[in-house]
């Protein structure tokens, strides 16, 4: 990992329209595939109300997004994700949040205390997971709920706290604009859409490793 990505745990840069997502994903990292999804998943602004409520879409629509991790139901979410712009929404901004401002003013006893689910899981065998596991920050307020009355505490005390920090926010506002995000440690979110933004077109993929 790169200097400006390990001290900030993002990065944004431009990228040559020209060249498609795929090639400019390769030469960053080691691209992640998620079993269910295609390899460049393309994200675009859309109507709650047609939506699963599997996906954030289907819960927030065209709505403020909060800030979460994503994948943060996974025993072990995918290291980096990666945004490139291909329509910009004027009025749409990425927020960023770093994990280490949310949680600095935490007990880390409560950390290693409270376990977390994931949301509908109906394999009572699936792991208990926890917001701060190893190198690992995960946080998101409706794919992982708590398992304990630990976690319910720990829940309160990281929406306080997110609701409190200071966050970053980035428009992705040129076509070819790129933003690289550190999974395990920055939370990411969107604002809400208005009209003007409908045509907001997002593509995305998962790195395992990266090389910049
Ligand atoms: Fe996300």
């Given at each position: 990992m790169g200097k400006e990505l390990r001290e900030k745990g993002y990065m944004s840069f431009s990228s040559d329209t020209a060249v498609s997502m795929i090639e400019v994903a390769q030469k960053i990292g080691k691209i992640f595939r998620?079993?269910?999804?295609?390899?460049v998943q393309t994200l675009t602004p859309r109507?709650?109300?047609?939506?699963?409520?599997?996906t954030y879409s289907g819960n927030f629509g065209l709505d403020d997004f909060p800030f979460h991790t994503d994948l943060?139901?996974?025993?072990?979410?995918?290291?980096y994700l990666f945004l490139r712009c291909?329509?910009?929404?004027?009025d749409v901004a990425t927020k960023l949040i770093d994990s280490r401002d949310i949680c600095g003013?935490?007990?880390?006893d409560i950390f290693s205390r409270s376990h977390f689910k994931p949301r509908?899981?109906?394999?009572?065998a699936a792991n208990l997971l926890k917001v701060k596991q190893g190198e690992i920050f995960r946080w998101d307020s409706i794919f992982i709920e708590p398992a304990n009355s630990n976690a319910e505490m720990l829940k309160l005390k990281i929406q306080d706290a997110i609701s409190n920090a200071k966050y970053i926010s980035l428009n992705?506002?040129?076509?070819g604009q790129c933003l690289l995000i550190d999974n395990w440690r920055i939370l990411h979110g969107r604002s809400a859409v208005s009209k003007k933004s409908m045509g907001r077109r997002i593509e995305r993929v998962y790195f395992d490793e990266v090389m910049i």
């Open positions: 998620v079993p269910t999804m295609p390899l109507q709650k109300e047609n939506e699963l409520k599997n943060a139901h996974w025993y072990v979410p995918p290291r291909i329509v910009p929404g004027p003013d935490i007990d880390a509908k899981r109906l394999d009572k992705l506002d040129r076509s």
